[in-house]
């Protein structure tokens, strides 16, 4: 297959192993960039060259800029394949990829950019799954962005079109020791400040280090971030601005500011189309005492067919719901919600009390 998998990586050896073993039954090239890793994946990668397997497997190694897209585009250049799939190393295959299905749909969409689901593990949450750019013509494309980089075409008048392959990833680059996430938190948070500081204030760049704030913890750091970017002039049908508006409830949320979160009530006919937004709706409206709308934002999102976060559009929009019935006395309504909650275990705990006490 004219693909080769780009990963670049450092000190993540165990990780880097289970990204390359998916890959290493299908005729495919695997180009690894070392950026100073300390860990043996360079002898690692070096037992991998010595064995012979249906992929090709490239390694080099790559001086650390603190550029994310000045590596990218070296194991780019490294490639001799026609299309490149960009892989992290703690990311690995949900389920096996059918090399003949993914071939083909390389030949149907020449020159577009090929998007993966990405399910992405949280630690304490619930799974957040998202269709990401990362496959792409040698030729056609490179990156941009010391962090957080984005595919480019070469051709400033290209025009970029999209197309689902039927790569289904999983990431669990957001478990680790507290020490290493916060590590790598203030690792982002530099790379953006620095970004930030040459290009001015720019609402991506500022969503990404609220985003960073976010998921080391810091809530309030992580709406103040979300605050300024709202302030610019954003495309509402960007999914990064839609993101940004489902996680600055989150971190109001979580930051004790649940009456100003009541302020994304004005953008609700926006963003009203997403089961995610309407969620998070419901739990603002929950926070402030607002049964009733709190209620209609969770029933809205149960009619929706997708949702980003697992389970927005199903179970733990019903499981809120019987969390007010209940509170509110209304035991029957409650059961009847936590019943269509199906195996969730915090349901099923709630039924089990309030049956078991009628």
């Known amino acids: 297959m004219n693909l080769s998998v780009c990963i670049i990586t450092k000190n993540e050896k165990d990780k880097l192993k289970r990204a390359i073993d998916d890959f290493l039954e299908m005729d495919v090239e695997i180009v690894v960039l070392d950026t100073g890793s300390e860990d043996g994946t360079i002898k690692m990668l070096k037992a991998y060259q010595a064995k012979t397997h249906p992929a090709t497997v490239v390694v080099a190694e790559f001086e650390w800029v603190n550029d994310f897209s000045a590596a990218r585009n070296e194991a780019i250049r490294l490639a001799s394949r026609q299309w490149i799939f960009m892989l992290d190393s703690d990311e690995y295959l949900m389920k096996p990829c059918v090399e003949t299905q993914l071939e083909t749909l390389l030949k149907e ?9 990405r399910r992405n593990l949280i630690p304490g949450g619930e799974p957040i799954r998202e269709w990401i ?3 792409f013509e040698k030729e056609q494309y490179h990156y941009e962005g010391t962090i957080h980089e984005q595919i480019v075409p070469n051709d400033p008048k290209r025009k970029e079109k ?17 020490e290493e996430r916060s590590k790598k938190a203030k690792r982002n948070e530099t790379l ?3 970004e930030l500081k040459r290009r001015g204030d720019d609402p991506y760049l500022l969503y990404q280090l609220g985003k960073s704030y976010y998921m080391n913890g810091e809530m309030e750091k992580a709406a103040e971030q979300f605050d ?12 990064y601005v839609q993101d940004l508006v489902e996680t600055y409830g989150y971190a109001l949320l979580n930051s004790n500011q649940a009456q100003k979160a009541l302020g994304l009530e004005g953008v609700a006919e926006a963003f009203a189309h997403s089961a ?10 929950m926070q402030n005492a607002r049964f009733d709308k709190a209620i209609t934002f969770f029933q809205e999102a149960t009619r929706k067919s997708y949702g980003k976060v697992e389970g927005v559009n ?14 509110t006395g209304h035991v029957e309504e409650a059961i009847k919600m936590y019943r269509m909650c199906g195996d969730y275990p915090k349901a099923r705990k709630q039924m089990a009390n309030l049956t078991k006490s009628k």
């Open 109 to 117: 969409h020449p020159n577009q950019v090929g998007r993966v689901m």
């Open 133 to 135: 750019s990362r496959v």
């Open 162 to 178: 999209l197309f689902q392959t039927n790569i289904f990833l999983e990431h669990d680059g957001y478990y680790g020791s507290k």
């Open 192 to 194: 953006l400040i620095e």
């Open 228 to 239: 300024k970017a709202l302030y610019f002039d954003v495309d509402e049908k960007l999914e």
């Open 276 to 285: 995610d937004f309407c969620f998070v709706m419901g739990l603002i409206e």
């Open 314 to 327: 199903s179970y733990l929009a019903y499981y809120n719901q019987g969390v007010i019935y209940e509170c």
